[in-house]
């Protein structure tokens, strides 16, 4: 088979890695030209996937943005994985995702839009927007950047308000307009629900996660999108799914998607399910862990296409990601003179995704300009053995300056979570 995967950073690196390893010609694209090292020496690097995308079997694409030109290709005939318009909306436009959220069985927290930081001050000294902690997410572009995303943690959102000033005197032209919501805080366990959606339904399994998303050990630090991941597979329908997934696949079908889909929400006290956000598209480092559960239950990393259900157990799967310094600092000129080239001469034989890393002379360096490096997988029966698994496989890594949380899946996440 031959594969094009579209994308703006090359944030499906695992992605291309599986297929390769798997026999198949493997061709990739990455909008941004500090991006363009990934992978290099590995698989084919191209600079016009339009160009020959008559000459392969599937095209996929691997981040938000693409849809409007997936969907024509759809409409062409093209075989296309993991893009569509609807599903653009759906994670860039907060509102939007909020409606649709309505038709699932989840309480929906409120939601407010502004265009400027002032309105939201206004509204957080008012009557309406006083007695409730707030967390303030942005839409478009600016809501990539995931240490933009801040939760209040003062009753009276004192220490949001100061953060408002922050964001007016730090808002950079490539954030684009200001445009965010304030979301009432809810207390509880953040829980995501994830599926695989063939076109037609999501197959069975699924599984729910706990993504570890601050830098540091114990949940503190910036916010990184990602720095390790617990789940929990499940291989049949259950209530929660029904509640949930399941109340989406008319949409999706019209929408001719196919690919990963995440629900993610806050599981409450009372057992209740609040609605957070969609991300419908390829989950980072998530797609190592999927891919590794499939490799370990003798199917390929896009056999779920196949599918309307696999032979998958019950299991636990579990990932962290190892970087390297300046990470999680964005600086590109600092990356440059102590992150970018660093060798990394040992890697574990087993559950190993490489990111941000060159092939070159039959050794991987660090590309990229994020130190993004790589993740650690593993897959088993209990939470405790699967991640002595992974700990052991990051520990086999040698890479100078290598960094990583060394408390994912510590405790169980979903303890009691009824499913």
């Not at 941004?32 to 392969?56: H, P, Q, R, T």
């Not at 000294?125 to 995931?146: C, H, L, Q």
Request: net charge negative.
């Amino acid at each position: 088979m031959k594969y094009i995967i579209v994308g703006k950073d090359g944030l499906s690196s695992a992605l291309a890695y599986a297929l390769k390893n798997e026999g198949n010609d493997v061709y990739f694209y990455k909008q941004k030209e500090e991006a363009s090292d990934i992978l290099k020496g590995y698989v084919n690097i191209i600079e016009d996937w339009e160009e020959i995308k008559d000459d392969v079997d599937c095209i996929i694409f691997e981040d938000t943005g693409f849809g409007t030109r997936a969907d024509e290709l759809k409409e062409e005939g093209y075989w296309v994985v993991g893009a569509s318009s609807f599903c653009d909306k759906l994670e860039t436009d907060r509102e939007f995702g909020t409606e649709i959220a309505k038709k699932m069985d989840v309480s929906i927290p409120e939601v407010k839009s502004f265009s400027s930081f002032e309105e939201g001050k206004e509204f957080l000294d008012s009557k309406e927007g006083a007695g409730k902690r707030w967390v303030i997410k942005f839409n478009g572009v600016a809501g990539n950047i995931k240490d933009l995303l801040y939760i209040s943690e003062m009753d009276d959102n004192k220490d949001l308000l100061k953060m408002f000033d922050f964001y007016s005197n730090h808002w950079k032209p490539e954030y684009g307009k200001v445009d965010f919501v304030l979301q009432e805080y809810i207390e509880g366990i953040e829980l995501g629900i994830t599926g695989f959606f063939n076109g037609e339904c999501f197959i069975m399994p699924y599984y729910i996660d706990r993504e570890y998303k601050r830098w540091l050990a114990g949940d503190l630090s910036v916010n990184t999108g990602q720095e390790g991941e617990v789940q929990y597979w499940i291989p049949k329908p259950t209530k929660f799914f029904k509640k949930t997934l399941y109340k989406l696949e008319d949409d999706l079908k019209k929408a001719k998607y196919v690919g990963v889909f995440n629900v993610n929400g806050i599981l409450d006290s009372k057992g209740n399910y609040w609605f957070l956000e969609f991300t419908p598209r390829f989950g980072y480092n998530s797609q190592s862990i999927e891919i590794e559960v499939f490799k370990k239950n003798g199917y390929k990393a896009l056999d779920w296409m196949k599918y309307d259900k696999m032979n998958i157990k019950e299991l636990w799967a579990m990932g962290v990601l190892i970087t390297v310094p300046p990470y999680p600092n964005s600086s590109p000129d600092l990356y440059l003179s102590v992150g970018k080239g660093l060798p990394l001469l040992k890697t574990p034989k087993e559950g190993f995704y490489p990111h941000d890393l060159e092939y070159k002379d039959e050794e991987w360096i660090t590309g990229g300009v994020l130190g993004y490096v790589c993740s650690v997988c593993g897959v088993g029966d209990g939470l405790e053995e699967v991640r002595k698994e992974v700990y052991k496989r990051a520990e086999e890594i040698i890479l100078p300056k290598k960094q990583y949380r060394i408390d994912i899946g510590e405790k169980n996440p979903f303890e009691g979570v009824k499913i």
